[in-house]
């Protein structure tokens, strides 16, 4: 069974600060890591996505990626209110006949 | 480009009914996935069509069942309702089979 785990959180960072959130996965053939955000009652959004090792960044955020050690993050600098909600990462397993599988979520509050 | 539309938005059934859900991908996108979220057990996937054929299943009742057409809407139907098939569920679509997902705004089902 291919895991994704997250800490449920929620994980509180001032207005301003980094928010670091991190995800592991046991699959070790994995090969696409995607980040997602969700406010309440409505649908994930796409935030970025990674497949090589090492950092991307686009604007606030940072993915980074550790194939060695099955471990994706997403850093948000300079986190605002706005970013208060709960970041889902999703794996494509090795397996051309998996579907995604997403980990179960971080909340993240970002305090005024 | 018009995003991942799904009707209708919100549902309410009792027990015992049956309920079809839609969803219109993305224009030119061919796979489509379907999820249900609820609080307790997160998001977790249910099927998964491309070129009208379901490609991938998740461990979910027979009740759960879905179909593909050729211009690439899809639709889920859940019968024989229960209490606990109350969640979100959402439809996502993507180009290609092991590309990125974009999700539509999702269906609110409440079984009574």
């Known amino acids: 069974q291919k895991e994704v785990e997250q800490n449920s959180g929620p994980l509180s960072v001032p207005e301003g600060a980094i928010a670091s959130l991190n995800c592991t996965y046991s699959?070790?053939?994995?090969?696409?890591f995607f980040w997602y955000r969700q406010y309440s009652g409505k649908s994930p959004e796409l935030i970025m996505f990674?497949?090589?090792?090492g950092d991307k960044e686009d604007g606030r955020f940072t993915a980074q990626l550790n194939k060695a050690s099955q471990y994706v993050s997403l850093l948000i600098r300079d986190s605002q209110p706005s970013d208060s909600a709960t970041y889902l990462c999703?794996?494509?397993?090795?397996?051309?006949?998996?579907?995604?599988?997403f980990g179960p979520g971080t909340r993240l509050s970002v305090l005024p | 480009k018009a995003g991942v539309t799904q009707t209708p938005r919100y549902l309410i059934k009792t027990r015992g009914q049956q309920v079809t859900l839609s969803c219109s991908p993305i224009?030119?996108?061919?796979?489509v996935s379907w999820y249900q979220q609820t609080p307790g057990q997160g998001l977790q996937f249910l099927f998964e069509?491309?070129?009208?054929?379901?490609?991938n299943k998740g461990n979910f009742p027979g009740r759960f069942s879905g179909r593909q057409f050729s211009n690439s809407r899809s639709e889920m139907n859940v019968s024989t309702l229960e209490l606990g098939d109350s969640a979100l569920y959402l439809c996502?679509?993507?180009?290609?089979?092991?590309?990125?997902?974009?999700f539509g705004p999702g269906t609110r089902l409440l079984v009574l």
């Open positions: 996502a679509s993507s180009w290609g089979r092991r590309e990125t997902q974009y």
């Open positions: 699959d070790r053939g994995s090969q696409s």
């Open positions: 990674i497949y090589s090792n």
């Open positions: 999703a794996v494509q397993p090795d397996n051309y006949g998996q579907n995604f599988v």
């Open positions: 224009s030119g996108h061919r796979s």
């Open positions: 069509y491309f070129s009208e054929t379901q490609r």
